[in-house]
């Protein structure tokens, strides 16, 4: 199936609390239900492209680059921290969604970890109607991967962290890029092109943001705050996942107050959105039609107006 062309974008900008400026999409139409698209370590609002194109016919879909991701600047790696994640997702709530307007947010890896990270923010609860959990952990990340075939223990987590926070640059993308990526991050039955779309946006990532966040990672610890995300929640993980395995899913599933579903995507990696795109955007509909949020008011339009600077993208 050819993918669906891409429909006009909106660019604004949403402030943090320290002031970093957080670049943001809108598709889709006003009035339309809204849906909140945060994406994971070293990817892009790139990494949502076919739900974009997809949930934007009938939806107003949101997507963002986390700070020293895309076109959203890096701002130093003492500015890289759990706090800061939600800090941006809150701003982007902000700037985009109208007061009272709820919408359905999903992250995957690292935007799940900074919906995790907001659970407990006023802003948050305001505005999600439910979550999509996807391919991410609240903790333990480095212990739990798969990626290097050892025996789980002290040796693999240490060999487990150096490679995850590796200063080489990653260079151009080539044949071994691409196969060490798809070993590491995605199953082994992807599609070629999946696997080639997948490693252009990561290999865009800069090195200082990129290890500045593997530090984070690391040291993560939002297990007190799954326990806050009180809005009802699924969540959905590949089999395949060595980078977020399904221990992490399972976890989180067992901890969430209102969970509304553990899915697992047979032989698919950790990119499920890139991997099993029909999966994950069916997924996003279906907490749509389950939970509604409140239409768009007339006064989304003056807030965005206010809080942002816009301009038409075709």
């Known amino acids: 199936m050819s993918p669906l062309p891409t429909p006009a974008r909106r660019a604004l900008t949403a402030v943090s609390a320290d002031g970093s400026r957080i670049h943001v999409e809108v598709y889709g139409s006003e009035g339309r239900p809204a849906v909140v698209l945060a994406h994971g370590w070293t990817c892009s609002t790139r990494f949502w492209s076919a739900q974009t194109a997809e949930l934007a016919l009938d939806h107003r879909v949101i997507v963002y680059d986390q700070r020293g991701h895309g076109r959203t600047a890096y701002p130093g790696p003492g500015a890289c921290t759990a706090d800061a994640l939600a800090d941006d997702l809150e701003a982007v709530l902000t700037a985009t969604l109208a007061p009272g307007e709820r919408a359905v947010l999903a992250g995957h890896s690292m935007g799940g970890m900074a919906i995790m990270a907001a659970a407990r923010r006023p802003v948050l609860r305001e505005h999600a109607a439910a979550v999509l959990l996807c391919s991410t952990g609240s903790s333990g990340l480095v212990a739990e991967s798969l990626v290097l075939p050892l025996r789980a223990g002290r040796v693999r987590t240490r060999l487990t ?54 530090h984070v990672l690391d040291t993560l610890d939002l297990d007190a705050s799954v326990g806050e995300l009180r809005v009802p929640t699924a969540v959905l993980v590949g089999t395949a996942d060595r980078m977020t395995p399904p221990v992490h899913a399972r976890a989180l599933a067992a901890a969430l107050p209102d969970c509304t579903g553990l899915t697992f995507l047979p032989g698919v990696g950790h990119m499920t959105p890139v991997e099993a795109p029909e999966a994950v955007t069916e997924a996003i509909r279906g907490l749509v039609a389950a939970y509604p949020g409140a239409e768009t008011s007339p006064a989304a339009d003056d807030r965005t107006a206010d809080a942002t600077t816009t301009e038409d993208v075709a």
């Open 161 to 214: 962290r150096v490679v995850l926070g590796s200063r080489a640059p990653l260079g151009p993308v080539t044949p071994l890029s691409r196969r060490l990526l798809r070993y590491a991050t995605m199953g082994p039955a992807t599609a070629p092109d999946r696997v080639a779309r997948c490693a252009r946006i990561v290999h865009a990532c800069g090195r200082r943001a990129r290890v500045a966040w593997s």
